[in-house]
């Protein structure tokens, strides 16, 4: 299983952006996905996830009614769409992908739950 994730790129202070990974193999419809960053000297953390069928999502504190995560089965992508972007949202973000057919997200908020991970793309929001 691969995960290729895109979409990062500068914006300024209250903009959006739209992130997409795109996921191999057959079974993606089965996976939990989720979404972690990282900034420069952090701890990888969580930001949102959604269930297989996408009909359950989860969003840390700091994200909630800014972000938004959904997902393609017949495209084996999940996005994260991110408005109202603040310079403290820049970070590396990791797509992620739980084999287990979860229905509820709402503890899919640790590192060490997700199975294959995507490599990164790079947001920066500037004031």
């Known amino acids: 299983v691969q995960l290729q994730a895109s979409g990062g790129g500068l914006v300024q202070a209250g903009g959006s952006l739209r992130l997409s990974c795109t996921v191999s193999g057959r079974t993606f419809s089965r996976y939990a996905m989720g979404w972690f960053r990282q900034a420069p000297g952090k701890d990888r953390v969580f930001v949102a996830a959604?269930?297989?069928?996408?009909?359950?999502?989860y969003y840390a504190d700091s994200v909630k009614g800014r972000f938004a995560i959904s997902r393609d089965n017949a495209k084996n992508t999940v996005y994260l769409q991110m408005n109202s972007l603040k310079p403290e949202d820049t970070a590396i973000y990791y797509c992620?992908?739980?084999?287990?057919?979860?229905?509820?997200?709402?503890?899919?908020?640790?590192?060490?739950?997700?199975?294959?991970w995507g490599q990164g793309t790079q947001v920066t929001v500037s004031s």
């Open positions: 992620a992908a739980d084999r287990d057919t979860t229905w509820v997200v709402a503890g899919k908020t640790r590192v060490e739950l997700y199975d294959y």
């Open positions: 959604i269930n297989w069928s996408g009909g359950d999502t």
